[in-house]
């Protein structure tokens, strides 16, 4: 099994099953197809998406190809614990996101951006900071798609990483283009479905075929103390602390889960989230088992190369339909997740940058269908591109990560906090990428004095993660005693310990100082203070025919002139 | 050890399996809805 190679497709093979992919998904979006889309269905459907397509929606983008792999590495790399460090805290960025995403959509109802929000509340400069930082995370998540298809293409079959980049990011902007967010929500259930349906026979099946159960017991022999304890410090603090750290970054940073939030019926976002959550949360750490049992079985990743591990052990112990059901998993949740930020690129382009910024109140629905389409186009080249050549985009990733890490609070108290003013949002955000990069650079020696310094800024940092994450669930009172109580934790145990730790220091670092900045210059002014009741005035549907029939059940719609005259 | 291992190997996609039959199940709903209301599903 060490030596084996992976099993091999032919060409045709390859291609049959790429086409019977894409052609079957485009298929599919004929049937939701109008002749004249309007531009506010292409952004967020009719804002009453029910809980099963809702649901599905949001579990399929949120797993996308690198799930798999990252689990399966985890599982592999810290043992009985790994899949769960991974696929656990990607469920609850689903989770937590939804106590905050139930009062964006209550202040905007008609929203299609987490942009126009706070463009209401606070103008441009705010406005475009979160649209930077979601269109730079999309066309990485695009990439990283693109790239996953390319390298799976490339180790099953004889064609090139190039071809299978190509024929993944055409696949999916041609489904996409015409009807976008309503295409994509549609095709999510369907890829959902399959993706489901072969991870339920998947993971059974290698776990029976490699021996069940007692061999699995029988391999614990091979694993470190570390890797046999379910609690393991190793696999808490690399593994599952960095991502806990990411848990409300994510979910604020990512413009498709906003989509999804304006896009669900109202009434609906609890259980689409509790549900995505658990749904995400089972498949990834499933097949983040696969990792576990090659483990135990003491088998080596096929050139070193961790991305192998799955394909390697279905290919070692399932016949070939299985792998062929493999690659139908991968593309299925690769194309899902690629659809999505099309549809999340496009959104933005549309309302932040064009109906916000460029037309100042006169959108024109048919010039922003078109500005969207074009986006699409222009994001799916870039991709390719940026794919193909396998740039290295890990500068890139630790500038959004850290991005994502300084809006958390601005944004969040932004929609809760009628103090927050947009000088204080946008000087908080810069002053704490500026620290971010002189910890996690190291530009400034971590030691003595100035380590203190971050330290103390981190611990910060902590308690506002805990703090906010106990306020979206339970309410002020705990969020502020949660928040507290983490901050003392962690000056009592983070200081002269956290910058041997530079990643989370750094991160942690972005959050408190944000928080920090905002905090003092919202309290140092004098300005007015903001009415909430603004927002829902100011934040609009684009598209007349679409305007009034959006309006919830029970609530009187909207007159068109005053949500066009929103658009300011 | 050996009955612990293997559920906790094999309640993933137990779980999995449950969303699965939510999930199709709510969206039927969802359609039947959608055509008594004469709207469209998305």
Not at chain 1, 440 to 452: I, Q, S, V
Not at chain 1, 468 to 492: E, P, S, T
Request: proline share 3%.
């Amino acid at each position: 099994m060490n030596s084996a190679s992976l099993h091999q497709f032919s060409t045709l093979t390859v291609i049959l099953l790429m086409l019977a992919f894409y052609g079957g998904t485009y298929l599919l979006t004929l049937g939701i197809r109008k002749k004249k889309e309007d531009a506010d269905a292409f952004m967020v459907s009719n804002h009453r998406i029910g809980f099963g397509i809702g649901a599905a929606s949001m579990t399929a983008t949120w797993i996308w190809a690198a799930s798999f792999y990252a689990a399966a590495t985890s599982g592999y790399t810290y043992g009985v614990s790994g899949p769960i460090h991974y696929g656990l805290w990607g469920a609850l960025m689903i989770l937590f996101i939804y106590p905050f995403g139930r009062r964006f959509r209550k202040l905007a109802p008609n929203a299609h951006t987490l942009g126009e929000l706070i463009h209401a509340r606070h103008g441009s400069s705010s406005q475009l900071i979160l649209a930077l930082s979601n269109v730079l995370g999309s066309v990485i998540s695009l990439m990283v798609n693109f790239t996953a298809a390319g390298a799976l293409v490339s180790v099953l079959s004889p064609l090139s990483f190039q071809a299978g980049v190509i024929i993944a990011g055409v696949g999916v902007l041609l489904y996409t283009l015409w009807s976008g967010f309503r295409a994509s929500v549609m095709t999510d259930f369907a890829q959902l479905v399959a993706l489901m349906a072969i991870a339920v026979v998947i993971i059974p099946a290698v776990f029976f075929a490699m021996g069940g159960p007692s061999e699995l017991v029988a391999g614990l022999d091979n694993l470190t103390v570390e890797q046999a304890d379910f609690f393991s410090m190793d696999a808490i603090l690399h593994q599952g602390a960095p991502f806990f750290v990411a848990v409300l970054a994510y979910a604020i940073g990512n413009q498709t889960i906003s989509q999804r939030l304006f896009a669900v019926n109202e009434e609906h976002i609890k259980p689409t989230f509790l549900t995505a959550t658990v749904g995400y949360g089972a498949i990834v750490i499933g097949l983040g088992m696969i990792g576990l049992m090659a483990l135990t079985l003491g088998i080596e990743p096929l050139n070193g190369d961790m991305n192998n591990l799955i394909p390697q052990m279905v290919s070692g112990y399932l016949p070939p339909v299985f792998i062929a059901l493999f690659f139908i998993l991968v593309i299925g949740s690769l194309s899902s997740t690629a659809d999505s930020d099309l549809s999340a690129l496009s959104a933005i382009m549309m309302a932040d940058v064009y109906g916000k910024n460029l037309a100042r109140g006169k959108a024109n629905p048919q010039r922003m269908l078109l500005v969207g389409r074009l986006t699409m186009i222009v994001a799916t080249a870039v991709g390719i591109v940026f794919a193909s050549f396998s740039l290295d985009i890990l500068v890139m990733l630790v500038f959004v990560g850290a991005l994502w890490g300084a809006i958390v609070f601005p944004v969040i108290a932004s929609c809760f906090w009628d103090r927050i003013t947009n000088a204080a949002f946008t000087t908080s955000v810069l002053v704490a990428m500026v620290m971010f990069c002189l910890a996690r650079f190291e530009w400034l020696p971590l030691d003595g004095a100035t380590g203190l310094l971050f330290e103390l800024l981190a611990s910060i940092g902590g308690g506002v993660i805990i703090g906010l994450m106990a306020f979206g669930f339970l309410g002020r009172a705990m969020g502020f005693l949660a928040g507290g109580l983490a901050l003392l934790a962690m000056l009592v145990f983070a200081t002269g310990f956290l910058r041997e730790y530079t990643v989370l220091l750094a991160s942690l670092t972005a959050y408190g100082t944000s928080t920090l900045v905002c905090v003092v210059m919202s309290l140092a002014s004098r300005q007015e203070r903001f009415d909430f009741a603004t927002i829902g005035e100011r934040v609009g549907d684009y598209d007349q025919a679409h305007a009034e029939p959006a309006a919830a059940p029970g609530q009187a719609a909207a007159p068109t002139s005053a949500t066009l005259a929103g658009q300011r | 050890m050996t009955l612990l291992y293997g559920f906790y190997v094999l309640v993933w996609p137990a779980l999995t399996l449950g969303v699965l039959v939510l999930i199709c199940r709510a969206v039927l709903r969802d359609r039947r809805a959608a055509k008594r209301e004469h709207r469209e599903l998305v």
